[in-house]
């Protein structure tokens, strides 16, 4: 591992650290570069990049950003992919780099979109110091063109995140929207949690609403999630032929989750949790569009889909080959 900074430019005591990392995003990494320097914050703030061994410019761009403002960007390079060894670049490299306070998460084909993002969830972690995390609204947007299909609130106003929320749903925020105090950061990297096989975005929700002191939610969209982007790891799971195995696979670690969950509260939220496995049975026989179970098994959940969830499970079933055209189709986009 490589840090590419300038140690005598940098502030001493940055108060927010904002995470970032990159993999062969040449198409997208200057958006979120550029609305990282774009926001209005009247703290120390320090950018962390890690580079995974990009192989189509991004890691020029990073340098020559980092040339231009030396003050705040810390580049992490490396000489070989380190996720391809089993290594996660946000928590093994950036997390125990990270000298502010709080923490700023926003991967490299995503970006923030309201120049005083941070500057109103400091001031929520300020106001509330028992809460672990401020997660906001976003919009998913179309990868190329960055055309809005659709926008995410988790409610209508500002809330915590219920209990409920946290063991029944994978995701309640997208992990660019996430601002975390350091030390919740840290205990959530040391935590068994960690090491378990479930997806980050699903153990930190849960590590930091059921441990951490909670979640609390700003009903403003900050930030906007590229869907299907080139090189992300959903994409590749979408297109890739084993779709039975990999829902599997995500069920099985989310059951394991939540079972963790349970023992690491010592039953407290019990009954909450056993709702929740049953969501993850739901959602296993959703993402393999197994509509004849769903409609046996779960038919008033079924009915409350969206329409576009409704049209994705009603092709998968009755005309397969058009489905599978409209999403190839898609994601050419």
Partial sequence: MKIVENTELLSAEPVVSILCITFNQIDYIADALDSFLAQDIDVPVEILVNDDCSTDGTTDVLLDYQRRRPDVFRIVTHEENQYSLGFSPMGQFLVPLARGRFIAMCEGDDYWTDPTKLSRQLKVMQERPEIAACVHANDNVQAATKHRISTV???????????????SRSQCYATNSLFVRAEAMRAYH?????????????KMLVHFGLIGGGIYYLDRVMSAYRVLSKNSVNRSMLLGGDTSGVAKKKHDNRVELLQLADNETNGAYHDAIERGIDCIHYAYYRDIRDLRTLRRRWPE?????????????????????????????????
């Fill in 153 to 167: 609130r988790y409610a209508q106003g500002d809330c915590m995140i219920s209990l409920a929320d946290i063991t």
């Fill in 301 to 333: 959940r079924l009915k409350a889909e969206g329409f576009l969830a409704k049209v994705d499970l009603h092709l998968y079933t009755y005309a397969r080959p058009l489905h599978k055209l409209a999403l190839k189709v898609y994601c050419k986009l």
């Fill in 190 to 202: 040391e935590s068994s949690f960690f090491t378990l096989r479930a997806d980050g975005d699903h």
